[in-house]
Structure formats: structure tokens, C-alpha cells
């Protein structure tokens, strides 16, 4: 099993960025695909992004292509997204997430969470 924790989000405006960690406990963690995902009130979560084991590879949703790094560090067992040209429509909970699948793309593909972290973007 794995234990994750998220970091970093917080208020920012329009344009503005954030840098979002996620530390894993346990020694496994280079064995996870990892996965960022959010959830806006009244909505279903949403795939955010996905870094291979090795982090040789990267995927990321249409909506937020471009505006987004997503990368990991084994020997820390952590995991990182950099947001950037943040919108106000990126208000949401940020989770991240660990599998045996990349690039998993569904909640489901994913078989641990963190306890997510607020990113609110002021217009």
C-alpha cells in the first residue's frame, strides 16, 4: 500500500500559478503509476494528469494541455504538477492518485487517493 498526501494548493488569481506535491509513504511508490485528478462542486472527478513509473512518460487532459507540468521524483517519493495560466474555472479539489495503470485516465484505474488539496482561482 501507499500513503499520499497533498500540498501546495491554495488562493491565486487569474494567470497566476501553483505548485502541487503529493508525498507518498511507504516504499513502493516507484512502483505506481501516479495521476492528478480534481473535482469542482456539483461535478464528477476529473482526469488532470499522468506520469509513467519511470516518469519517461507524460499525459495530460485537452483541457488543460499546455498550462500543466506533471513530474516525479523516486528517490523523494514524491510527486509534483505545475500549473500555470490558471483560470477560474480550475477551482477544484485536487487528488492525487497511484496505480498499476498508465495512464489510467478514470478514477477507477487508480487504487489509491490522497485526501486532496483546494486550488481556488480568483477572477
Known amino acids: 500500500q501507499v500513503q499520499l498526501v497533498e500540498s501546495g494548493g491554495g488562493l491565486v488569481q487569474t494567470g497566476g500559478s501553483l505548485r502541487l506535491s503529493c508525498a507518498a509513504g511507504?516504499?513502493?511508490?516507484?512502483?505506481?503509476?501516479m495521476g492528478w485528478f480534481r473535482q469542482a462542486p456539483g461535478k464528477e472527478r476529473e482526469f488532470v494528469a499522468a506520469?509513467?513509473?519511470?516518469?519517461?512518460?507524460?499525459y495530460y487532459a485537452d483541457s488543460m494541455k499546455g498550462r500543466l507540468t506533471i513530474s516525479r521524483d523516486n528517490t523523494k517519493s514524491t510527486v509534483y504538477l505545475q500549473m500555470n495560466s490558471l483560470k477560474p474555472e480550475d477551482t477544484a479539489v485536487y487528488y492525487c492518485?497511484?496505480?498499476?495503470?498508465?495512464?489510467?485516465?478514470?478514477?477507477?484505474?487508480?487504487?489509491?487517493w490522497g485526501q486532496g488539496t483546494q486550488v481556488t482561482v480568483s477572477s
Open positions: 492518485a497511484a496505480g498499476n495503470y498508465y495512464p489510467g485516465l478514470h478514477p477507477l484505474k487508480f487504487a489509491y
Open positions: 511507504g516504499r513502493t511508490f516507484r512502483r505506481y503509476a
Open positions: 506520469i509513467s513509473w519511470s516518469g519517461d512518460s507524460t
